[in-house]
């Protein structure tokens, strides 16, 4: 039946004035996306600081150089391994560092080295933090600092936690309500709660609004990625669905953009957030696709959006679903051998395991997923420590996607999914390798490596979002994208972590991403192409792709009973 689903698009345009309405508008919504998952880069940004003292300070010692207030002393302490030595207008002398202070016993004594008596104290007043980039971080805001750092490393893996489940439960009810109430649902959700964020009263409460941030996010960004590619014909589904991503990586240049123009987390946040209000007043508009309608036996609604498209593209005589198979009762029953096609069956993950050659295809497509997503995280959030600007850095991390987008697109329509998918994820293991032997000092040479990586990284992370929508019927494309953003996201919070390894090897950060990307590259080859092959609606069909692969090298297809 999916052959006869795609002449909907020989009868209509693959890529009409209906279409581009669609398209852009879905996609306007993805730089919500990208900006939510990249904007606790500054969110928790921890600037320099020390234990703040009671008392109103009078001169500031580092070293020999003297201030007399702390916030110009910021530039002269370049070591946090050093203290600032603060006087107080009483007289006391206090030895300021970042998880402790210590008041000199000789009061007398104003010079930066001091062996004599000194009492320790915790930070038990606050904390004084460099407020020349940033007013406030959530980091500032609620001393997320010392003991209590780990609580600020937390909110990347948090969020991410939340994408993972709304990558799941939002892929699977797309399947079963359609892909527009949750379209609608997702960018409400993200307006409303990343507004809600910015006036969160505590850490708690930051962490929980943003989880749910997370799960709504994470729910339109699976979605869209099949709602487009059921409204767009063959022709053009390729650069439809890759440039995706291009909207994505626009939302994380304008999180670099709004991060260097504001100064105060809250109003980061409320500018970040302002993006979604276009989408919101327009997404009502949008319609089901006709994929999902006939899949599920809607025929007149189906029928309905079909008429429009044919309207808008100045179609004259529009096709009927009845054409679209070679019998009208087609339509209605089941084929045979294929019991999966009755509207009132209903899926879960573990039909994506149910034939064998599904199961291996589930397996690979998990792989390539966790690492397209472990290597894109770790470059990006790598980049602010890279050294020089680190909004530049930022900037240019998501500037080279839209390259790497075009070239794969370019690479899948001529070369196809697999070989495509496969160089680049070699040359990604590569790139890390590489980056191991380049000298740390060597501060523009690392930066231009790292963006070598994200492109290929890149490729891979955004052919795998189509090349998954390709590899499974109707009935459980939503549920296999959802799924496999599931997995994607589990590598999103892994990256954070993998991020902190640096501090037991510099480099174990590129080497997990290497060895991860060869291995993925490897059980690649195994994947079916489905370059120029219609979209699949059974799970005969589904597996008659991977048979015919498979044909080639003398291997048979399993029996779909």
Same mark, same amino acid.
């Given at each position: 039946m999916a052959r006869n689903f795609e002449l909907l698009f020989d009868s209509l345009g693959h890529f009409g004035r209906y279409q581009a309405w669609i398209y852009f508008t879905a996609a306007f919504q993805s730089i919500s996306c990208g900006i939510h998952y990249l904007a606790s880069v500054f969110l928790a940004v921890t600037p320099k600081f020390v234990c703040d003292v009671l008392g109103n300070v009078s001169s500031v010692l580092i070293y020999n150089s003297s201030v007399s207030r702390i916030e110009d002393a910021w530039t002269l302490w370049t070591s946090t391994q050093s203290y600032m030595l603060v006087q107080l207008e009483n007289g006391e002398l206090w030895e300021l560092n970042q998880c402790s202070r210590s008041r000199r016993a000789d009061s007398l004594d104003f010079t930066y080295e001091y062996s004599g008596n000194k009492t320790d104290f915790m930070c038990t007043d606050g904390f004084i933090y460099d407020r020349t980039k940033w007013q406030s971080t959530i980091v500032t805001e609620w001393d997320l600092v010392c003991q209590r750092e780990w609580l600020a490393k937390l909110t990347q893996p948090t969020f991410m936690l939340g994408v993972l489940f709304g990558a799941l439960i939002f892929g699977d009810i797309a399947d079963r309500t359609g892909r527009r109430h949750i379209m609608w649902f997702t960018s409400t959700g993200q307006f409303l709660f990343g507004v809600a964020v910015a006036f969160t009263f505590d850490y708690y409460s930051f962490v929980i609004v943003r989880f749910l941030l997370a799960m709504v996010s994470s729910g339109y960004l699976v979605v869209v990625?099949?709602?487009?590619?059921?409204?767009?014909?063959?022709?053009?589904?390729?650069?439809?669905?890759?440039?995706?991503?291009?909207?994505?990586?626009?939302?994380?240049?304008? &999180?670099?953009?709004?991060?260097? @123009?504001?100064?105060?987390?809250?109003?980061?946040?409320?500018?970040? $957030?302002? !993006? =979604?209000?276009?989408?919101?007043?327009?997404?009502?508009?949008?319609?089901?696709?006709?994929?999902?309608?006939?899949?599920?036996?809607?025929?007149?609604?189906?029928?309905?959006?079909?008429?429009?498209?044919?309207?808008?593209?100045? &179609?004259?005589?529009?096709?009927? @679903?009845?054409?679209?198979?070679?019998?009208?009762?087609?339509?209605? $029953?089941? !084929? =045979?051998?294929?019991?999966?096609?009755?509207?009132?069956k209903k899926h879960n993950i573990l039909d994506l395991f149910r034939y064998w050659h599904i199961a291996r295809r589930t397996i690979t497509v998990w792989l390539v997923w966790f690492t397209g997503s472990l290597g894109y995280y770790v470059f990006s959030l790598s980049s602010v420590n890279l050294g020089g600007n680190e909004y530049l850095n930022l900037f240019l991390m998501g500037a080279v996607e839209i390259p790497a987008y075009v070239i794969a697109c370019i690479g899948m329509d001529r070369l196809g999914r697999r070989n495509?998918?496969?160089?680049?994820?070699?040359?990604?293991?590569?790139?890390?390798?590489?980056?191991?032997?380049?000298?740390?000092?060597?501060?523009?040479?690392?930066?231009?490596?790292?963006?070598?990586?994200?492109?290929?990284?890149g490729v891979a992370f955004g052919l795998i979002y189509l090349y998954t929508a390709e590899l499974y019927p109707t009935v459980v494309r939503s549920l296999a994208v959802g799924s496999g953003s599931m997995v994607c996201r589990v590598g999103s919070v892994v990256a954070p972590f993998c991020v902190y390894l640096s501090s037991v090897w510099i480099f174990m950060p590129q080497m997990t991403v290497g060895i991860v990307a060869f291995v993925s590259g490897l059980l690649t080859l195994m994947l079916p192409e489905t370059l120029g092959k219609p979209l699949t609606n059974t799970w005969a069909e589904a597996i008659e792709l991977g048979a015919s692969s498979s044909s080639r090298t003398g291997k048979t297809s399993p029996s779909t009973e």
């Open positions: 990625f099949v709602y487009v590619t059921e409204y767009v014909g063959i022709k053009y589904r390729t650069w439809a669905s890759m440039h995706i991503h291009a909207f994505f990586a626009v939302g994380v240049m304008i &999180v670099a953009l709004v991060g260097y @123009v504001a100064d105060s987390w809250w109003i980061y946040q409320m500018c970040l $957030s302002l !993006t =979604t209000v276009p989408f919101v007043l327009c997404c009502w508009m949008l319609p089901e696709t006709p994929f999902w309608l006939l899949t599920e036996g809607r025929y007149e609604e189906a029928q309905k959006v079909i008429d429009i498209m044919a309207r808008w593209n100045k &179609v004259s005589t529009p096709c009927k @679903v009845s054409e679209l198979c070679s019998l009208q009762g087609n339509l209605v $029953s089941s !084929t =045979t051998g294929d019991n999966d096609r009755s509207p009132m495509t998918l496969i160089p680049f994820l070699i040359s990604s293991a590569v790139t890390c390798a590489l980056l191991m032997l380049i000298p740390q000092d060597f501060r523009v040479l690392n930066i231009i490596a790292n963006m070598v990586g994200k492109f290929a990284i």
